[in-house]
């Protein structure tokens, strides 16, 4: 904008000297073409502040979202923190859940991390920063140690879909389109999973689920530079175990996808869930600048026409 403002003036003022130069040979005063200068100051003026969008007032604005709640599911068990997968399981997903974020701005997202429990870390909302705020926050630290189960975190969502007890719903409010994005190892030391899967799939509700780890695996690092060793005191291997996690992609018509350094099942998974379309129809107002680039715009073009209609007399007849 600067470099387009400077060239115009340059135009202008060398388009100043070649009719000064005319004129002075003609016998033609400056003050005959000096109003024109100002004339084109003004419309140049005008133009700029067109440009750069004056705004005054805000307005409120509906915006219509046919949207879907998504869910993350983040595994946060200290197994998260094996380097199988560069630099750690849980930093690539870090990483890779922060650009799926940013994939879907009109849907609302939540956050439930798991382990030995499960924890609601950010309810559905549209607010994209504080999701992800949340997302840079996971550490393996944040629950206590114990064996991860799969089967908590899919019921503390499901208690969040289902009305309680006596809970009203309003019979125009349509259910919304539901994924749950599953990030795990797939190390799971809890109960059978059919019950909870069963339920999820009478909401409609899909899982996507994303395998982070290697067959191979990788030892567990601790603080100080040790492993993590069992009862016995043998070193723990920790391995992807891709059977779980593929059941309840399978069980609820989602999708199952690995991230390791060779694969990124991320990929994958959001180009499914743009696919993915919201049942509900919803309403919702954002507070939108009014732009009055209008204003100056019409009065550039006034003067415009102005410049063009009234003239400068420089050859006077005899």
């Not at 403002?5 to 005319?22: E, I, P």
């Not at 067959?215 to 043998?234: F, M, N, S």
């Not at 209008?294 to 063009?308: E, V």
Request: glycine residues 10%.
């Amino acid at each position: 904008m600067g470099l387009a403002l400077a060239g115009c003036l340059l135009l202008l003022l060398n388009q100043w000297r070649r009719a000064g130069r005319l004129g002075r040979a003609l016998g033609s005063r400056p003050r005959h073409r000096g109003w024109k200068l100002v004339l084109r100051l003004l419309t140049g003026a005008c133009l700029l502040g067109a440009a750069l969008g004056p705004a005054l007032g805000v307005s409120q604005q509906p915006v219509r979202t046919a949207g879907k709640d998504v869910w993350l599911l983040v595994d946060v068990s200290r197994s998260m923190d094996a380097p199988d997968v560069a630099p750690s399981r849980l930093l690539r997903a870090q990483a890779e859940l922060q650009t799926l974020v940013a994939q879907f701005p009109a849907d609302r997202l939540g956050l439930v991390v798991f382990g030995a429990e499960a924890v609601v870390q950010c309810p559905l909302t549209f607010d994209q920063d504080a999701v992800q705020v949340f997302i840079s926050t996971l550490r393996t630290s944040l629950l206590p140690a114990g064996p991860t189960t799969l089967r908590t975190p899919l019921e503390l969502v499901l208690s969040r879909l289902t009305p309680s007890a006596g809970a009203t719903v309003p019979a125009a409010t349509a259910p919304r389109a539901t994924a749950l994005v599953v990030v795990s190892d797939g190390e799971d030391f809890g109960e059978n999973l059919e019950p909870v899967l069963r339920a999820l799939g009478r909401t409609g509700a899909r899982i996507y689920a994303v395998g982070v780890g290697t067959a191979e695996g990788a030892e567990i690092p601790k603080a100080g530079g040790a492993v993590v060793r069992d009862g016995r005191g043998r070193v723990v291997r920790s391995r992807l175990r891709a059977a779980p996690l593929r059941q309840l992609a399978t069980q609820t018509g989602g999708q199952y996808g690995e991230l390791n350094n060779q694969q990124n099942g991320f990929t994958m998974l959001g180009q499914s869930l743009r696919t993915m379309q919201g049942t509900a129809e919803q309403v919702r107002t954002v507070a939108v600048a009014d732009n009055r680039y209008r204003y100056p715009l019409a009065a550039a073009l006034l003067l415009l026409l102005l410049d063009i209609v009234l003239t400068v007399t420089i050859i006077r007849p005899s």
